[in-house]
C-alpha cells in the first residue's frame, strides 16, 4: 500500500523568509502525481501544486515550487518570501493512475513569524 | 471562483440522531469524493462517485453511514444512527474525471456527535 510520510509536525519561519516542508512517499508504481494542499484555519482544503512523476520538470505556482526526486521518492515544498497568510497545516498527498484514493500525510503545521 | 458548497458548515447533535451532510459539486465536475479528517486518523476516503454512481464506498462503516448522488448537483452523506465516534470533520470534494485530476474541496461540516 501507498504511504506517505511528512516527518515535520510544526515548522517555523521568518516573514519574507524561505522554508522548505519535506515529504516522502513509498510506492511501487511509476506512474502516480503527488499534491500539496494547504488547510488555513478556515479548514478548506486548498490545492497549492501538483506534480506528475513523468514529467522531470519541477512545478512552480509563483512563491510554491517543488523539488521532486522520483529516485529518492521525495517531493518538498519550497515557499518562497513566506506571507503571513502562508500560515496553515500543509498537506502532501499521492495518487496513481490505476487508483482513485488521495493518501494523505499527517501534515506540517507552518507559522509563520511576523 | 467556482467552488464546492457543503452544508451544514457545524452541525451537533445527540447519539442516535441521524445526520445528513450535503454537498454541492464544481458545475461541470463529474466525480464527487467524501473524505473524513480526524486527529488520529488524518484524511481519509469514505466513498466517492462518478456520473452520480457510486464507485468505491468500502472507506464506509455501511451499517450506519450511506450516501448518494440524487442529482448531479447533489451529494448526501448520512449517518444513522449516530455515535460520538463519528465526530469528524467531514469533506466533499469535487474534481473532473479520473481522481489524479485536481480535486476541489467544500470547507466541512464539523460534525460533534454528544
Known sequence: ?114 | DARVTQTPRHKVTEMGQEVTMRCQPILGHNTVFWYRQTMMQGLELLAYFRNRAPLDDSGMPKDRFSAEMPDATLATLKIQPSEPRDSAVYFCASGLNRGYQPQHFGDGTRLSIL
Open chain 1, 1 to 114: 500500500a501507498q504511504t506517505v510520510t511528512q516527518s515535520q509536525p510544526e515548522m517555523s519561519v521568518q516573514e519574507a523568509e524561505t522554508v522548505t516542508l519535506s515529504c516522502t512517499y513509498d510506492t511501487s508504481e511509476s506512474d502516480y502525481y503527488l499534491f500539496w494542499y494547504k488547510q488555513p484555519p478556515s479548514r478548506q482544503m486548498i490545492l497549492v501544486i501538483r506534480q506528475e512523476a513523468y514529467k522531470q520538470q519541477n512545478a512552480t505556482e509563483n512563491r510554491f515550487s517543488v523539488n521532486f526526486q522520483k529516485a529518492a521518492k521525495s517531493f518538498s515544498l519550497k515557499i518562497s518570501d513566506s506571507q503571513l497568510g502562508d500560515a496553515a497545516m500543509y498537506f502532501c498527498a499521492y495518487i496513481d493512475f490505476g487508483n482513485e484514493k488521495l493518501t494523505f500525510g499527517t501534515g506540517t503545521r507552518l507559522t509563520i513569524i511576523p
